[in-house]
């Protein structure tokens, strides 16, 4: 695996080798196997999770780790670009994991690095390794990923984690309920991947009628830093908080709430100590899938599996820039390409729709 930029990089078969291996080294940690590798971390946006347990991970099987957990710690903040960074940064580390606002940010790294280039997070975009640990968590619960049924609550506009999550069990056979008001639904660029695999799901704003039949309630929060505008941001700030009472009695009886983590007001702490919360051990988990995420990088580890064929064109626009204004194409040089398919022509880089 040269570079983890989206869940769409991995086929079916290649998720169950990473979560297989991170199971292994769960149970056998391998505390050499990266002996000598140096591991970039590069964080122009906020995390405590993801960037920490990144950085466990690596120690955790060998590696070495250097970086900067903010921009204006770099000389990002004397007017470097991104691609300059990248160059660098290639030169003292073997792979380098990334977490950007702009959305396409890993992508177009990735084209620069000849190094790997993990995607910890590229704006409202994708979260991909996130997904592989949610996805590990829920194997862990229910012994399957298969014809689940999960209700993805709270902003499905901006949550990245949403939409990764949303693409890899589309390969699964579950079934989705998109929870959220109008103004934070999901995009419609998402839609259009479930459309085209004939994926049953439903967009509503109430959760209290779904409750009783899913098998997960994946939470998220409100994503205020994303907004544009702060009147909208009010207008649903708040809108879903679960607590016991809302939940014990009324769902089933192995039903699981996970959450990406941080959480604000969306769960309340009397859940934390039920069975249902599963949402500190999810994070926990992203230890040995990011440990595991490494050794395939850096090619320690190989798939048993084949990789599926995509059989997606791309040609290139050179007069065309992305209509999506946090697209890496309007902040970075770069050739804006475009992703051919049957259900429309998508921004290879941010994923959005080319209109
Ligand atoms: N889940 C997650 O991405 O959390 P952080 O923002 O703290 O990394």
Avoid at 14 to 25: P, Q, R, S, T, V
Avoid at 250 to 279: F, G, N, Q, W
């Amino acid at each position: 695996m040269k570079n983890f930029l989206s869940i769409k990089d991995l086929s079916k078969e290649e998720i169950y080798d990473i979560l297989d291996f991170a199971k292994e080294i769960e149970k056998h940690p391998k505390p050499n196997i990266l002996d000598g590798k140096i591991i970039g971390s590069l964080f122009f946006e906020p995390s405590t999770r993801t960037r920490m347990s990144f950085i466990s991970a690596a120690y955790r099987v060998g590696a070495k780790v250097l970086g900067f957990d903010s921009p204006d710690a770099s000389s990002i903040k004397k007017g470097e670009s991104l691609r300059d960074t990248i160059k660098m940064v290639e030169v003292y580390t073997d792979a380098i994991v990334m977490r950007h606002s702009i959305e396409g940010a890993a992508k177009f790294a990735a084209e620069i690095s000849r190094v790997p280039i993990l995607n910890a997070g590229d704006g409202a975009n994708e979260h991909p390794s996130q997904t592989l640990l949610d996805l590990y968590t829920i194997r862990e619960q229910f012994g399957t990923l298969e014809n689940l049924k999960i209700a993805f609550v709270g902003d499905m506009k901006y949550g990245r984690t949403v939409h990764s999550l949303a693409k890899a069990l589309s390969d699964f056979g579950c079934e989705f309920y998109f929870v959220a008001p109008d103004i934070i639904q999901i995009p419609s660029h998402i839609l259009q991947e479930l459309d085209n695999k004939k994926i049953s799901y439903k967009l509503i704003s109430e959760y209290s009628d779904i409750l009783n039949i899913i098998d997960i309630m994946y939470m998220t929060r409100i994503q205020k830093e994303r907004f544009d505008n702060l009147e909208e941001f009010n207008q649903v700030s708040g809108i879903y908080k679960i607590s016991k009472d809302k939940i014990v009695d009324k769902c089933k009886d192995d039903m699981i709430i996970l959450h990406p983590l941080p959480r604000v007001d969306e769960i309340s702490v009397d859940l934390d100590d039920t069975k249902y919360a599963l949402y500190f051990k999810q994070a926990a988990n992203g230890i040995p899938i990011r440990s595991a995420l490494f050794a395939y990088a850096l090619g320690v580890k190989k798939f048993d599996s084949y990789r599926s064929e995509n059989n997606n064109k791309i040609i290139s626009y050179k007069t065309s820039k992305c209509n999506n204004i946090m697209c890496v194409t309007n902040f970075e040089k770069t050739e804006n390409k475009v992703v051919n398919t049957s259900y429309g022509n998508f921004c290879y880089y941010c994923g959005k729709e080319i209109i």
